[in-house]
């Protein structure tokens, strides 16, 4: 069953009820072992909680119950999510919350370029959930939050992970007036699977999203990223990563979908390693300049690192 909205006013959006897609009749088969991770129990897991926690943060790493925040916490990575922890819209396969969102914190900015100080992050990634209910969808808390971290924080690198902007005019501007040094928007899906799994997005949106901030500021690395087991077919793709190329994408993530809860959508397949290396090298082929495939890929994992590699490839197309 999917969430219905009742529309109360334009901006403003009241969710009848916020259940994900619940699909008994699909159970998940099991995780293979190339799936499973260990419980995160490191001093440096728990000294990142702590900064998080003492700043009234969010961060996805939790609210989306990532499969690598014991690797990533350890390290001092965590995925701030601004704007609170409701979305207005309840995608199968998301484990945030779907209801009616709290008034933005206008505090919130500041909170976080103080963690990102705290936590000495050189490159930090910043998302969101959907705010429809918001004239702009949240464009202008995503300028501050940049703005808040480039002047506390001058050197550190800043990704952005944003919704879809969706009949929002102007805002994707605001984002990217804002310099960003990469702009990663998931398409999350093959295009066939978008009514079951993202019905609240319009893929072709999304790529134009992402080929619009390449317009604007060629500067700007764009990132998106794809979940495969979810139904899709392999041809199907590979025409995503040429869409993506059509829209001058730099950076493309695929990892393996994983059910959060009974109520949302199962897996249909497990993806193999070997199939993931495959997925690799074909994008490699189709011109992006950085590629991460595998069972436990997910948008933030290592950004540091691979904004740094990033850097290099476009260094070495440019010579």
């Given amino acids: 069953m999917v969430t219905l909205i009742d529309t109360v ?19 998940s088969p099991a995780k293979p072992d190339w799936i499973r991770v260990r419980a995160p129990t490191s001093r440096g897991y728990a000294n990142t909680r702590n900064i998080v926690k003492e700043n009234g943060l969010v961060t996805v790493c939790e609210e989306a119950g990532c499969p690598n925040i014991g690797e990533c916490w350890d390290k001092k990575h965590a995925t701030f999510m601004i704007m609170g922890d409701t979305c207005t819209r309840a995608c199968a396969f998301c484990n945030v ?3 009616l969102p709290n008034a933005l914190d206008a505090s919130e900015p500041e909170h ?9 992050l050189h490159h930090v990634v910043i998302t969101s959930v959907d705010r429809d209910d918001l004239a702009d969808g949240g464009a202008d808390h995503f300028a501050k939050t940049i703005r808040a971290i480039r002047a506390s924080c ?20 605001q984002v990217v007036a804002a310099k960003p040094d ?29 080929q619009r901030v390449k317009e604007m500021d060629p500067t700007i690395f764009t990132k998106s990223g794809i979940m495969v087991g979810l139904g899709e077919e392999r041809h199907e793709v590979l025409q995503v990563m040429d869409d993506l190329r059509s829209a001058d994408v730099d950076f493309l993530t695929i990892g393996q979908y ?43 994992h290592h950004a540091g690192e691979d904004f740094a590699k990033l850097q290099a490839a476009r260094a070495a197309a440019n010579r």
């Fill in 112 to 120: 976080v370029a103080l963690a990102v100080q705290k936590l000495g």
């Fill in 9 to 27: 006013s334009p901006n403003q959006v009241r969710p009848r009820h916020p259940e994900k897609v619940n699909r008994p009749d699909a159970k």
């Fill in 258 to 300: 994983l059910q959060p809860s009974l109520k949302h959508h199962a897996v249909m397949r497990y993806v193999t390693p070997d199939e993931f290396g495959g997925y690799e090298k074909v994008a490699y082929t189709k011109g992006f300049l950085m590629v991460s495939a595998s069972p436990l890929t997910r948008s933030s």
């Fill in 154 to 173: 001058p050197t550190t690198t800043i990704e952005i992970l944003t919704p879809d902007f969706l009949r929002k005019d102007g805002a994707l501007e």
């Fill in 182 to 210: 990469v702009f990663n928007h998931n398409l999350e899906t093959v295009p066939s699977r978008y009514l079951t799994v993202r019905p609240g997005a319009r893929y072709f949106h999304s790529i134009r999203l992402l």
């Fill in 97 to 99: 919350k779907t209801g």
